[in-house]
Structure formats: structure tokens, C-alpha cells
């Protein structure tokens, strides 16, 4: 029985260094790129999740995508989990997107300056579909959305600190770089090197889903803060909703406080549900910060609110925030676009569907090998934990096996199937995936896992 067991486990040895080998020579254009790229460019990357540091190996570099697929340039194919990390939830390329891009660079422009009529339109679309963002100021990035709401947040109530939750991720602004999720997380230094001690000291963190812990902060702070920020859904530190009651006790506390709730749903607007998390919820936050799907596939971000708030904003106000390209017709026409079949053909019930049948299938796949590994989704949003734990914050969500999910990525991705490069992340799918994609993705997280907990028993 002992030859026996050594001949198996060598054979699995065997198998997963091949596996590994293949791998390696799938990749070959992609290594040849991350060579050339690290020599002109930091790391290799224009964002650091796309490093591949977490899971180890080299990033996959893609020549198109197309529906629910990436084709990458050695001429590999690969179901999305990424969606370019959220926006296309019609998919890549949707005809109706690109039309609307193409018809606006040869006939409108790509950039004047100046104020449009595609812009006006645009903004009357979001303020109807979030009716708590009375009025809206169109940005660049979701990063430049959350650092506006937190200078308008300060200058209208006169205050200097904020409340930020432990592995919710802002962007890459000064005030947000305190115990961050996502890509700063992956990497094990959430505070940043470059941020002032100052800036700092005006960021305090509360713990996710506990509302004493805010409670206490304000108490310990009073009068001093402007705003509480939080992703009403956790989406950078994987999946993590928040409850009803903390949500609804975050907004009792700002309204007895005069303290701005600032709900950021660059991840979740209009992904969860047409009007975003909060809609979900039924908790209104004063201020708004949105992005992802709300350009289409190029870069746009928003934040908006409270009527009073936002007439603060110059040059209404005395508040500044400006951009150049904030609002430029190519941008916006592509959101525009994508809004317009986000509210006229609801896709919502069907992406619900696919869900489940997703979410099922990986939990039957755990039941039948024996696992009991914590899986998070809201909607079309799911990530799978490398612990038994129940993952409810930061704290939770760091008890994951990162070596585990690495494994399990890359076994993930020679199956086809492509991921988030890190633990910490969120599993997107579109309108079309389709039964044939969903079925291919069960199939090949049946065989990922019995892989990696296979090589575990051998190790």
C-alpha cells in the first residue's frame, strides 16, 4: 500500500510539473512582453494586480476580447471572470457599444473642452437611475470620483477626518491608502509609501460590518468627522456584503452626527442592480461615487448627491474639482449606451440565474470533495475563499490560504478560465456567459480544486 501510495503521489508530481511546463511554453509571446515591459514600465504593468505577485508567474498578455472570452497573444482562448474588473457586463464588444463609439468619433469627436449636449443627457440618465445623486459631476477614473466626494464632503461640513472601513479600497488617493483592500492588500503593504503622516492621521479605520467600532471612532472624534466611506458591498477584499442593520445604523449615526455617508459603488453601481447597491438595500447615502460599467469600457467616473452638497462644487460653489477630459464625448457616448440596455432590457433576472447556477455548481463541487471553503455572490459578483471561515471583513477575509488560491488560479487558468490574479478579488461574469461557459467554468473548478488539494495531501 505504501509503493502504491509513493507511485501515486510521483505521478501527481509528474503531472503537475508537465502541467506547469505546458504552461510555460502557452506563454512564451506573454513572457517575451513581460521582459520588454519591465524594462519602460514599473513592474511590468500600468496596475499592480496585473503582476501576477500574488499567484506568481507571468501576467497574460491579451490581444482582444470578444463576448465572454480573452484571447491573449500566443492565440490562447479564455472564459472572463475579470470584465476588465467590472465594466462589461454586456460583455466584450457589445454592437450596440461599439456602435455608439464609432459613430461618435467620426461624426462628434473624441475631446473639445467644452461643455456637450451627450453630457447633459448622461447625467439626467444616472440622476434618474440613482435617485439619491440629485445632482452629478462627471470624472475621469473611480479613484478621481472618491477623492472629489471626500473634498466636497470635507468643505461642506468644515471638518477634516474621515471614516474608512479595513480592506475597502478607494483608489490610489493619499486618504485611502490606510489598511486598503485589493491590489494593496494582494500586496502586503496597504500603507503606502508617499503618504503623509498627516493625511493619515485624518484617516480612521473602522472594521467592516461592526457598527460599534464606528460608534467608538466618532465618540473618540467628535465633531471632527466629515464623512464615512464605505463599498456597500465589499468587492476588494473579495465579496463581503454588509448587513441591513449596519448599513441602516451607518446612516442613523450620520444623520444624528451631521456626518456625509458616502456610499462608493464604482464596483457595484449598476452591476448588483440598475440602481446600485443601495437600491438593493434601501439606505440612501448623501454622496455617490460610481465608475466601472457606468463607461461602458473607457474610463468615466461620477460623483454626485445631496442638492445642497453638490451646489458646493465650483463654480457653482467654492469647492474645487475640475478635469479636462471629464465628460468627453467618446466616453460618455459609450456609457450612455450601455445604461440605455442596462434599463431598457433589464438584464438583471438573467444574470441573477446565472448566478445561482454558478454559485451551485461550486457548491456542489465542494460538497462532493469534501471542502468546506467559504463562497461569497451578490448577483453577478462572486469570490471564492481559501478558508473555512466565514469571510464578514478584513480581518476574516485574511485568513485565506493566498498559496492555496495561487494553485488554484493557475489551474483555473490552464483549464481556460481566467481569474483575478489574487485572492482579494471578484468574480465578474456578463450577459453572455452562457450555459456552455457557466458548465465549462463548474467543470473546470471540479477539477482545479481536486488539483490543489490533491498537491496539498501530496506536499
Known sequence: MIEIARQTNGARFCALFFSAFVVMLNHQTSQSLFERAKRVIPGGVNSPVRAFKSVGGTPVFMRRGDGAYLYDVDGNRYIDYIGS???????????????????????????????????????ELITSLIPSMEMVRLVSSGTEATMSAIRVARGFTGREKIIKFEGCYHGHGDSFLIKAGSGALTLGVPDSPGVTKGTAQDTLNAVFNDIESVRKLVRENPNQIAAIIIEPIGGNMGVVPATQEFLQGLRALCDQEGIVLIFDEVMTGFRVALGGAQSLYGVSPDMTTIGKILGGGLPVGAYGGRRDIMSRVAPAGDIYQAGTLSGNPLAVSAGLATLKILRDENPYPDLEAKGKILEDGFRDNLRKLGLNLCLKRVGSMMCLFMTEQDVVDFKTATTSDVKKYAAYFHAMLERGIYLAPAQYE?????????????EATINANRESLEAVFAKSAVL
Do not use: C, D, Y
Open 426 to 438: 471578484a468574480m465578474f461574469f456578463s450577459i453572455r456567459h452562457g450555459e456552455r461557459e457557466l
Open 85 to 123: 474588473w467590472g465594466p462589461f457586463i454586456l460583455g466584450h464588444n457589445h454592437p450596440k457599444v461599439v456602435e455608439a463609439i464609432e459613430q461618435t468619433l467620426r461624426h462628434v469627436g473624441t475631446s473639445f473642452g467644452a461643455p456637450t449636449e451627450l453630457e447633459v443627457e448622461f447625467a
